[in-house]
């Protein structure tokens, strides 16, 4: 049982992972998983990146799906990967769960595990290129460290202007970028907007949210910012597209317990 805690991808139990993986399927089948990819395709250039709602965004999103696959199965979870430790030849890469890399002959096709086409359950559907199918080509370039990670969680300020990928000092700006390579690690489907497409995009993400969280154990009165009206960019009280959810809600929210 999963007990409410969002745990660690490879130390999930065989009973875990089916939980986990059939409650995926589940909402794939019923078409609730194709919109959580199109809402991703929706934000990709707006509040979803390159700016502070990078964190709260994906937090909504996370929670979002976590209660669609506790409808199917309550006793799911969504485990978190983290890449410092867990390398391409990790049991999250095993058929029982994410299944591995794809078929270099093949167009980078995914042919193993649950998510492979070829199972019949996972067809994309929407998307923002040609391929119908889960692509994976990794590794391309090297996963983060856990030190470059710990550098990241040194950073007190929450975000600084100009409130984008130009910011220094900046904690979110700094978790985006380690993020950003993880996408581009994987090449194939995770590289692109439709990226929610590779059931990982959810461990990957689960793992952020996971960093941000302890950011924010370790620092009890640091707030999002910008925490005024900041022309252009989205402050503390202001709704996030497509939800009427806040950064402040999200920071404040009582988030997952990771085990
Ligand atoms: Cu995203
Ligand atoms: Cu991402």
Known sequence: MANGIRQNAVNMTADEKQRFVSAMIAIKANGIYDGFVQTHIDQFNGLAHRGPTFLPWHRRYLLDLEQRLQAVDRTVNIPYWDWTTAGATSAVFAA??????????????????????????????????????????FPLGTLPTAATVNGALAINTYDTAPWSPASSGSFRNAIENIHNGVHVWFGGTMAGAASPNDPLFFLHHCNIDRLWSQWQAARPTATYLPSGNTPGVTDVNEPMTPWPTTPAQMATHPSYVYG
Request: charge should be positive.
């Open 96 to 137: 029982d769960l994410m299944g591995g890399n794809g078929a270099s002959n093949n167009n980078w096709m995914v042919t193993t595990g649950p998510f492979a086409v070829n199972t019949g359950r996972w067809t994309l559907n929407i998307r923002s290129d040609s391929n119908t199918y889960l692509r994976r080509q």
